[in-house]
């Protein structure tokens, strides 16, 4: 049930912005953009999430296109740390029972 | 506090034997989730419990697969018979159902089956 596509990797330079972008053109009213990440050998993390505005928190920003067609995950200031897989994850936010993962996008932040 | 916790880390058992996977949610969730991650690949929805009770068991991908939860906490994942397909990273999730809905991830068993 992959909604959405990612790109399959990135690199970022350490201390700049990550933007990752993620489409999620069939996306229906009632759903939500999710976004995790998944730092090796550990567990899915929730990031950060959203229905049509914008969204800030301690970790990101979510910004979401107006058609709600495509969204860009942000980390202002990425870090050694912040080299994982992150997954855009579309669906409803209560009654859905679990996450579709895809692939998602591999970013390397780079020294 | 606590996070979610799963035992064993690591298991290598043989094809054919039997494997009793654990995860431990955070107190007071209410829904647990389990899923597995094949190498290289996204993570695929296995069962999800809301209480003791498995309302969607949709991705359980035989019947040598099974799992219960007791008490409304612990749960425990068995595969029967273990095939080589097996072998994978279990992980499992537990949230308190809400308008956030954020999942809370263990760090995962990873089964070999040789």
């Known amino acids: 049930d992959a909604k959405t596509t990612q790109p399959p990797s990135m690199d970022c330079a350490e201390g700049r912005a990550a933007n990752l972008p993620c489409n999620h053109s069939?996306?229906?009213?009632?759903?939500?953009v999710y976004w995790y990440r998944q730092i090796h050998s550990q567990g899915p993390q929730y990031i950060i999430h959203g229905l049509k505005n914008n969204e800030t928190n301690e970790m990101a920003s979510l910004i979401i296109t107006e058609d709600r067609k495509s969204s860009t995950l942000i980390l202002p200031h990425a870090t050694l740390r912040d080299t994982a897989v992150y997954y855009c994850?579309?669906?409803?936010?209560?009654?859905?029972?679990?996450?579709?993962f895809g692939t998602g996008t591999r970013l390397t932040v780079i020294p | 506090g606590a996070g979610v916790s799963q035992s064993p880390s690591n298991k290598v058992t043989e094809k054919g034997k039997d494997v009793e996977l654990r995860c431990d949610p955070i107190?007071?969730?209410?829904?647990l989730y389990w899923y597995r991650q094949s190498l290289g690949q996204g993570l695929e929805f296995l069962i999800y419990f809301q209480g003791n009770s498995a309302p969607d068991k949709s991705g359980l991908p035989s019947d040598r697969f099974s799992a219960e939860r007791t008490g409304g906490s612990v749960s425990t994942l068995t595969i029967q018979r273990t095939q080589q397909e097996d072998s994978a990273v279990y992980l499992c999730a537990s949230n308190e159902r809400g308008l956030r809905d954020e999942q809370f991830f263990g760090p995962g068993t990873r089964l070999t089956v040789l």
């Open positions: 069939t996306i229906s009213g009632n759903e939500y």
């Open positions: 994850i579309v669906r409803v936010s209560t009654g859905a029972n679990n996450l579709f």
């Open positions: 107190s007071g969730h209410t829904a």
